[in-house]
């Protein structure tokens, strides 16, 4: 059971360019969530989903675009990067009261 | 908006020692309030998850309380040891799958 997946793990983009940060979880949760973790910081809401087809904006949306077109995907869409979106990103899923369950996380630098 | 706070930021202390680590929340109306560890470099793994309903919940050495009311969690580590090394972060939940807000962190060094 493979939980949450995130791909890449590591990516350096140059200013300007674009990316997708992929999602996957396996465990039919409804809920999913993007954070992002600034070094030495605390983990900041992105954007996140309460089931397919449904999105909302969170703490820091800006810059960032996501989109739930199934229950498993939940991809995270970077447009024109910049350097102070240079992070660590993590996903996640959870399922009522039963808890939240991280990705392993993809660390972006933005050169 | 719910402020998390976590006291204190770091923490050092000789292996064999217990560990008391504080997380404070400024709206106590919270559904569930989860605990996490972070080694550097590496994702979250979750440790104890607290019902606004329950005081407290243990699982081996750790035990979390929770007093809804005055807004308070503590997460207790009993006989630290190396292995324990890494950033504890607490997290409250408004309602059932509603987003997380976390603390900045405790980061834990136990020396051998």
């Known amino acids: 059971n493979a939980g949450v997946t995130q791909t890449p793990k590591f990516r350096i983009l140059k200013i300007g360019q674009s990316m997708t940060l992929q999602c996957t979880q396996d465990?039919?949760?409804?809920?999913m969530y993007w954070y992002r973790q600034d070094p030495g910081m605390g983990l900041k809401l992105i954007y996140y989903?309460?089931?397919?087809?449904?999105?909302d904006k969170g703490e820091v949306p800006n810059g960032y675009n996501v989109s739930r077109s199934t229950t498993e995907d939940f991809p995270l869409r970077l447009e024109l990067a910049a350097p102070s979106q240079t992070s660590v990103y993590f996903c996640?899923?959870?399922?009522?009261?039963?808890?939240?369950?991280f990705g392993s996380g993809t660390r972006l630098t933005v050169v | 908006k719910q402020e998390v706070t976590q006291i204190p930021a770091a923490l050092s202390v000789p292996e064999g020692e217990n560990l008391v680590l504080n997380c404070s929340f400024t709206?106590?109306?919270?559904?569930?309030l989860q605990w996490f560890r972070q080694d550097p470099g590496k994702g979250l793994t979750s440790l104890l998850l607290?019902?606004?309903?329950?005081r407290e919940q243990t699982s081996g050495r750790l035990n979390a309380s929770l007093d809804k009311s005055s807004g308070r969690s503590t997460l207790y580590i009993a006989a630290s040891q190396p292995g324990d090394s890494a950033t504890y972060l607490c997290?409250?939940?408004?309602?059932?799958?509603?987003?997380?807000?976390f603390g900045g962190g405790t980061r834990v060094l136990v020396k051998p």
């Open positions: 996640a899923t959870g399922a009522g009261g039963k808890g939240y369950t």
């Open positions: 465990m039919n949760h409804n809920y």
């Open positions: 989903s309460v089931g397919a087809g449904i999105t």
């Open positions: 709206d106590s109306a919270i559904y569930n």
């Open positions: 607290i019902q606004s309903s329950q």
């Open positions: 997290a409250p939940s408004k309602a059932a799958g509603n987003k997380l807000t």
